[in-house]
């Protein structure tokens, strides 16, 4: 208390009159708090990031290094001269009690602010540090820091009124009770964010890297970031889309995952045969095709089972129509399936089948499909380049066409 009243006492025995004395030592006595207070934040930043830095540099956890990247040892020193100050602002203001409570609220507003902004470096030093582990890498945690952030902000927000306006927590939160539908309509989107954030997280619907298509947002490539509104997706061209964590679980999207973690990527193509150039194969031209070494041991096979068939039941062979017969279509889907089986890009242990769709105005759809060992995209499409420039070279061994088309028809 002498302490404050050093420079009354002087102004008073030098015969200044009341009113002067008392202000001129109300300046003096803060600036002297404005000084003290700026000494001890600079003394205490500088050690506790001295500190802080030490036992960062000793210990194996990285987590201590993120608190020093977020400045949490910054943040926490300021709190030192905050409270220096609201334990002498009721000594230094004794006289004047109006200037007493609105410095000792706005203190106290300041240091619920910087209280939630200690807790939220913590929280970004934590979330840095997470994602640092394999374990947590694909985790949103982001959404998770968002949620306890929003419901600290919420708590701040409710003692910055009650300091403010001295009203008690529990009248104010019975307050906020019966305006709720209005509350519920302002942060709607929020709230369907935090619902949706929890829901994807539970039923593990996206992780961070996983590969998504979404075509009502644009969106074909990898997440990389899940928080409480929005999901990011790098997309293949180097874009980045936007999509609101709601529209996860309100439309519909397709995760690559299942694939990725499968032993193989599906090939799924079909070629077009022009109905006109499928035939019967007579035993004249048997020779040529069996000289297709793919597929000369199914021939022969093949051509036994057919002749057995048709002697036995007496099939009058006159007319190649009558009884069993190959087509050069059947033979060209039994060496397309040959091929792919030998193929060395191609998951033998998965499903392996080339078969006919349904005929269109357009030809007869061959439909290769298999799945290859390699799921990287570049290395995939390779394969399958691979695979279909044989396939379209070979169809004419056959005597088959494909459906092209011709554009040079004119209308009489």
């Not at 926490?76 to 230094?92: D, N």
């Not at 306890?148 to 009124?161: A, D, E, P």
């Amino acid at each position: 208390m002498v302490l404050f009243n050093w420079a009354y006492k002087i102004l008073k025995n030098l015969d200044c009159s009341e009113s002067f004395a008392i202000y001129t030592n109300l300046i003096i006595n803060i600036l002297v708090l404005i000084i003290v207070a700026y000494l001890l934040d600079y003394i205490f930043k500088k050690v506790l990031i001295i500190i802080l830095a030490i036992v960062a540099a000793k210990t194996k956890s990285t987590f201590d290094d993120f608190l020093v990247a977020n400045k949490t040892a910054k943040y926490i020193a300021h709190l030192v001269p905050l409270i220096f100050i609201y334990k002498t602002v009721p000594i230094t203001l004794k006289d004047f009690s109006y200037w007493e409570v609105f410095f000792e609220k706005s203190i106290k507003i300041y240091i619920i602010i910087l209280t939630l902004w200690i807790i939220r470096s913590v929280f970004n030093a934590l979330k840095d540090y997470l994602k640092n582990k394999p374990r947590y890498s694909d985790k949103p945690i982001d959404s998770y820091i968002q949620v306890i952030m929003i419901m600290l902000w919420i708590f701040g927000v409710i003692s910055f009124i009650s300091v403010l306006f001295s009203i008690g927590k529990m009248a104010f939160i019975t307050t906020l009770g019966s305006v709720s539908a209005v509350i519920i309509l302002i942060f709607r989107d929020t709230i369907l964010g935090f619902v949706a954030s929890i829901s994807v997280s539970v039923n593990d619907m996206v992780r961070i890297g996983d590969w998504i298509t979404m075509d009502k947002f644009g969106a074909d490539g990898d997440v990389i970031e899940i928080n409480l509104a929005t999901v990011k997706v790098r997309n293949f061209d180097n874009t980045t889309t936007t999509i609101p964590t709601y529209s996860l679980i309100s439309d519909s999207f397709k995760n690559w995952r299942g694939m990725q973690n499968s032993d193989g990527r599906r090939i799924k193509r079909f070629v077009l045969i022009k109905t006109k150039s499928v035939k019967f194969i007579d035993d004249s031209e048997l020779d040529y095709y069996k000289k297709i070494q793919n597929i000369s041991a199914y021939i022969d096979h093949r051509q036994s089972d057919i002749q057995k068939y048709n002697m036995n039941n007496l099939i009058d062979k006159s007319l190649i129509l009558n009884g069993r017969n190959l087509t050069n279509l059947g033979l060209f889907r039994k060496y397309v399936e040959e091929y792919i089986k030998n193929h060395s890009g191609i998951n033998k242990n998965m499903m392996l089948m080339v078969r006919h769709l349904q005929p269109t105005e357009k030809g007869i759809p061959v439909e290769i499909y298999c799945f290859s060992k390699d799921k990287t995209w570049e290395n995939y499409e390779h394969i399958m380049a691979d695979i279909f420039d044989h396939i379209l070279a070979s169809v004419s061994y056959f005597n088959l066409e494909l459906y092209e088309l011709d554009n040079n028809i004119t209308v009489d």
